[in-house]
């Protein structure tokens, strides 16, 4: 897998986007990126908590507003991801390359358990107020594991054939 070229300031100079291999890769930099984000967030905010002495209130027992929107946000862009290669380009792929049916069909059937696995997530933060953070912190780290797998798993399939279309597409012919 390919990353992006640190800057001499050490942040990634956004990928140069020339194929639907760039575009994917773009992507899962972005999901892992997000990843890592809500991973600290999360963890700072037990810290706090764990960290709290004196007369004044303890944070609240949830996750906390910010934490709990950013997460949404992240599952909305995973579903929506995942969505797209399931209906878009994995059938386009297929159809093209057939001897990937089965790599395909195990990527689809990852897609599916990751999707299980956010529901339990997002439904342990249906009220900020109550969430239990260490529960949160198990399920988000078993979505973490799973996606980051998935993600290297389909560039190994997916991404030597995607190297050949152009992004964005031309005009049809």
């Given at each position: 897998?390919?990353?992006?070229?640190?800057?001499?300031?050490?942040?990634?100079?956004?990928?140069?986007?020339?194929?639907?291999?760039?575009?994917?890769?773009?992507?899962?930099?972005?999901?892992?990126?997000?990843?890592?984000?809500?991973?600290?967030?999360?963890?700072?905010?037990?810290?706090?908590?764990?960290?709290?002495?004196?007369?004044?209130?303890?944070?609240?027992?949830?996750?906390?507003?910010q934490i709990r929107q950013r997460c949404l946000e992240f599952c909305d862009a995973l579903t929506f991801h995942h969505t797209a290669e399931d209906e878009h380009v994995f059938p386009g792929v297929v159809e093209h390359h057939p001897h990937?049916?089965?790599?395909?069909?195990?990527?689809?059937?990852?897609?599916?358990?990751?999707?299980?696995?956010?529901?339990?997530?997002?439904?342990?933060?249906?009220?900020?107020?109550?969430?239990?953070?260490?529960?949160?912190?198990?399920?988000?780290?078993?979505?973490?594991?799973?996606?980051?797998?998935?993600?290297?798993?389909?560039?190994?399939?997916?991404?030597?054939?995607?190297?050949?279309?152009?992004?964005?597409?031309?005009?049809?012919?």
């Open positions: 897998m390919s990353t992006p070229t640190p800057t001499p300031t050490g942040t990634p100079r956004p990928r140069e986007i020339r194929t639907l291999a760039d575009k994917l890769l773009e992507v899962h930099d972005w999901l892992r990126e997000q990843l890592g984000h809500l991973r600290a967030e999360a963890a700072a905010h037990l810290a706090a908590r764990a960290a709290h002495q004196g007369p004044a209130a303890p944070p609240a027992p949830g996750l906390g507003l990937l049916r089965e790599p395909l069909a195990r990527l689809g059937a990852e897609h599916r358990e990751m999707a299980r696995v956010k529901e339990r997530l997002l439904a342990l933060l249906d009220d900020v107020t109550t969430a239990d953070p260490e529960a949160f912190l198990t399920e988000f780290d078993t979505l973490a594991r799973l996606l980051t797998a998935h993600l290297d798993h389909e560039e190994s399939w997916v991404v030597p054939v995607l190297a050949d279309v152009p992004f964005p597409p031309g005009p049809p012919s």
